[in-house]
């Protein structure tokens, strides 16, 4: 399988000596799981958005310092990309940035939460138990990093986990599309020093509460698995002609397939 990386940030240049960059981070998980899987990165936080939605057998994207209400040109024409994928029946599986501009892009709502930063390690209940869920387990704990949260689904998104503190976390769009808010490629040594970087932003009390979460284990290899069993059933669907996904209404919305 070739996985299309749509690259939305950079790591920050004091820690990228340290923990590499985003590609870096997601190679060396996924290959954890599958050392077959081949990356190919698109780097459209500089412009850089694919032209053929079948380049690559699905698409990933990555978290971002941004914010998809941000008024910038690639955001938009990533926006628009996705919006194709959507239409496409193509594999998407978007990782924080990258799941509330899924939700964005299908006519969904995001906004800074009004609980503050989440950081450290989230806990999470899997509240709808999905086929391509195995090894199935009732929880998902991932490091995360975020102010924004998706507070209103697009129509027919499926929420299938979360917590009082981000409702959304984990959602699926028809048989191809998965958004997840927590970050299974960071590690907890670059979550720490991500907060020490960004204490004065983040607060210190909830730098201390984050920090002290990462006691904890974190789901990475399962959620890995979960996508990569969540990409081949879609892939499988798609190329069976049964795909199941429903025309997307609104202003902005593309004809399904």
Same mark, same amino acid.
């Given at each position: 399988?070739?996985? #299309?990386?749509?690259?939305?940030?950079?790591?920050?240049?004091?820690?990228? #000596? =340290?923990?590499? @960059?985003?590609?870096?981070?997601?190679?060396?998980?996924?290959?954890?799981?599958?050392?077959?899987?081949?990356?190919?990165?698109?780097?459209?936080?500089?412009?850089?958005?694919?032209?053929?939605?079948?380049?690559?057998?699905?698409?990933?994207? =990555? %978290?971002?310092?941004?914010?998809? /209400? *941000?008024?910038?040109?690639?955001?938009?024409?990533?926006?628009?990309?996705?919006?194709?994928?959507?239409?496409?029946?193509?594999?998407?599986? %978007?990782?924080?940035? %990258?799941?509330?501009?899924? !939700?964005?892009?299908?006519?969904?709502?995001?906004?800074?939460?009004?609980? #503050?930063?989440?950081?450290?390690?989230?806990? @999470?209940?899997?509240?709808?138990?999905?086929?391509?869920?195995?090894?199935?387990?009732?929880?998902?704990?991932?490091?995360?990093?975020?102010?924004?949260?998706?507070?209103?689904?697009?129509?027919?998104?499926?929420?299938?986990?979360?917590?009082?503190?981000?409702?959304?976390?984990?959602?699926?769009? #028809?048989?191809?599309?998965?958004?997840?808010?927590?970050?299974?490629?960071?590690?907890?040594?670059?979550?720490?020093?991500?907060?020490?970087?960004?204490?004065?932003?983040?607060?210190?009390?909830?730098? $201390?509460? %984050?920090?002290?979460?990462?006691?904890?284990? !974190?789901?990475?290899?399962? &959620?890995?698995?979960? &996508?990569?069993?969540?990409?081949?059933?879609?892939?499988?669907?798609?190329?069976? *002609?049964?795909?199941?996904?429903? $025309?997307?209404?609104?202003? /902005?919305?593309?004809?399904?397939?």
């Amino acid at each position: 399988m070739v996985i #299309g990386l749509l690259q939305c940030d950079d790591v920050a240049p004091e820690l990228r #000596g =340290t923990h590499g @960059n985003y590609p870096e981070m997601f190679e060396a998980l996924f290959h954890r799981v599958d050392p077959t899987l081949q990356f190919r990165v698109w780097r459209c936080l500089d412009g850089e958005i694919p032209e053929d939605v079948e380049a690559v057998d699905a698409w990933l994207t =990555t %978290g971002a310092k941004f914010g998809v /209400n *941000d008024d910038l040109p690639w955001i938009a024409e990533l926006e628009a990309f996705v919006r194709e994928l959507w239409a496409a029946g193509k594999p998407l599986v %978007g990782i924080c940035f %990258g799941h509330q501009l899924i !939700a964005k892009a299908l006519g969904g709502e995001v906004a800074k939460s009004r609980k #503050g930063w989440g950081v450290g390690l989230s806990f @999470n209940r899997v509240t709808e138990r999905a086929d391509w869920m195995a090894p199935w387990q009732p929880k998902l704990d991932l490091v995360v990093s975020h102010q924004d949260q998706v507070e209103r689904l697009p129509e027919g998104a499926r929420v299938l986990g979360g917590s009082a503190f981000c409702p959304s976390y984990l959602m699926q769009l #028809g048989e191809h599309f998965l958004g997840i808010q927590g970050h299974p490629e960071f590690t907890s040594a670059y979550s720490r020093d991500l907060m020490a970087l960004r204490a004065d932003l983040i607060g210190d009390h909830r730098v $201390r509460e %984050g920090v002290s979460s990462l006691s904890a284990p !974190a789901d990475d290899i399962l &959620i890995v698995r979960w &996508i990569l069993a969540f990409v081949n059933r879609a892939i499988e669907i798609r190329q069976n *002609d049964h795909q199941a996904s429903p $025309r997307w209404p609104g202003p /902005n919305a593309r004809p399904g397939p």
